[in-house]
C-alpha cells in the first residue's frame, strides 16, 4: 500500500482525487450495540445496589455507551447505540441516568478502580 492509499488519496476521476465516503454513518473501529450489551447493564443494575447510569457520547471510534455505578463504585461499561435506549432501560428500571459531560464520573467510581488496581477489597 502506497502513502497515498495510506492517506486516502487515490487516482480517480472525480474532481480533488480523495476517496469520498458512500455510506451514511460514520466510520468506526468499534462494533455496533448488541442486546447482550443492554442485558449486561440490567444484570449489573438487578445485582447491584444503588446503580446509576452515566450516558457518554458517541465518538469518531466508538458508538455511544453507557457506565453503570454501584453505591460501592464497581462499575461496568457497555454500547448502547444510542441516548435514547440507555434512558429507557434507566426509566423501566426507575434508575437515575446523568449525561457524563454535564456531572462527571462519580468518585466512588475512581475509588474503586484505584482499590482494585492494587488488588485491594472494600474491606481494606
Excluded: C
Excluded at 458512500?22 to 450489551?37: G, I, N
Excluded at 457518554?56 to 455507551?65: H, R
Excluded at 441516568?97 to 492494587?118: I, S
Amino acid at each position: 500500500m502506497g502513502w497515498r492509499d495510506r492517506l486516502g488519496l487515490r487516482k480517480t476521476k472525480d474532481r480533488f482525487g480523495l476517496r469520498k465516503a458512500r455510506r451514511q454513518s460514520k466510520a468506526r473501529f468499534d462494533r455496533a450495540a448488541e442486546d447482550s450489551d443492554i442485558r449486561a447493564l440490567m444484570d449489573f443494575h438487578g445485582s447491584k445496589v444503588g446503580v446509576e447510569f452515566f450516558v457518554e457520547p458517541e465518538t469518531f471510534a466508538t458508538g455511544t455507551t453507557a457506565v453503570a455505578v454501584a453505591t460501592d463504585g464497581e462499575w461496568i461499561r457497555r454500547r448502547v447505540g444510542s441516548p435514547q435506549v440507555i434512558h429507557r432501560v434507566a426509566r423501566n428500571l426507575a434508575a437515575p441516568v446523568h449525561d457524563v459531560h454535564v456531572v462527571g464520573y462519580p468518585q466512588r467510581m475512581r475509588d474503586w478502580t484505584a482499590r482494585n488496581k492494587r488488588g485491594l477489597s472494600m474491606d481494606e
